[in-house]
């Protein structure tokens, strides 16, 4: 016993709290079907691999920002027909595929009509493919960013932006971002271009992003990287906000 009590002290110097925790009851089914030191140290790293994997996915959850866990089958694809025409690729983009070809998603379409859903609700499935997510709206996004060029922290900031194999953005469109946001904005998509995946909800067609962001050149060039190798979905309808009581 006291021996058992050493080995357990050492797997938690060494972190391996989970084998630590369950020492004595794997030793005692050894004892019992007769199990040799493989079959034993084996059961071990199998507990510790899956909680070390549990806890991860609670790490990326955490990280994420999401709030929210939607999955896609609380979405109403009856609610318009768009919803029904894109059903397939909206399932194949819970594949998670996008996201190891760095491909992006831009969601177009009114307010209500489940941009915001679907993003989340993918942001929600690449968490529990333990892939690092990060949720903002665009206006969070410029406004911490701009913060941070003015306190000279901008290069780390940006690299907050960088660094999650996937960002959504949400809300692009509902206020203009003006020069510098824009420019912020654009250092934003072109630093993750073919490197990261990004998920852009949007209520503007491309041809009124100049509305937003400072000039139409600079809209052109953020929606040429957008659009470069994308899955562009619009969907219609009226707000799905109006149906629920």
């Known amino acids: 016993m006291a ?22 009851e794997i030793l005692d089914q050894a004892a019992a079907k007769n199990l040799g030191p493989v079959e034993i140290l084996t059961r071990l790293a199998e507990l510790e691999i899956e909680q070390r994997w ?10 994420s920002a999401l709030v929210e866990k939607l999955t896609i089958d609380q979405f109403d694809f009856h609610h318009h027909k768009s ?7 909206i399932l194949n983009l819970l594949s998670l595929d996008f996201v190891k070809e760095h491909r992006d998603v831009i ?16 942001g929600y499935a690449a968490c529990n493919a333990n892939i690092k997510v990060l949720f903002t709206t665009a206006m969070d996004m410029i406004n911490s960013l701009i913060a941070a060029e003015a306190d000279r922290s ?50 503007l067609p ?24 994308s899955e562009v979905l619009i969907l219609g309808g009226t707000s799905y906000r109006r149906k629920e009581p």
């Open 206 to 229: 491309f041809a009124d992003w100049g509305n937003v962001f400072d000039s139409t050149t600079v809209a052109t060039a953020i929606a040429d990287r957008l659009v470069y190798n």
């Open 83 to 89: 919803r029904m025409e894109q059903k397939a690729r």
């Open 54 to 63: 549990h806890n991860s996915i609670a790490l990326r959850w955490r990280q």
């Open 107 to 122: 969601l177009i379409g009114n307010p209500g009509t489940g941009k915001t859903f679907i993003a989340k609700a993918i």
């Open 154 to 203: 901008l290069l780390k900031k940006l690299a907050v932006y960088q660094k999650p194999e996937l960002l959504i953005c949400d809300e692009l469109g509902y206020l203009s971002l003006g020069q510098q946001g824009s420019n912020l904005f654009f250092q934003v998509i072109s630093n993750r271009h073919k490197q990261k995946s990004t998920i852009l909800t949007t209520n």
């Open 3 to 24: 021996d058992q009590e050493q080995l357990r002290g050492k797997l938690l110097q060494l972190r391996m709290k989970t084998m630590a925790s369950h020492l004595a």
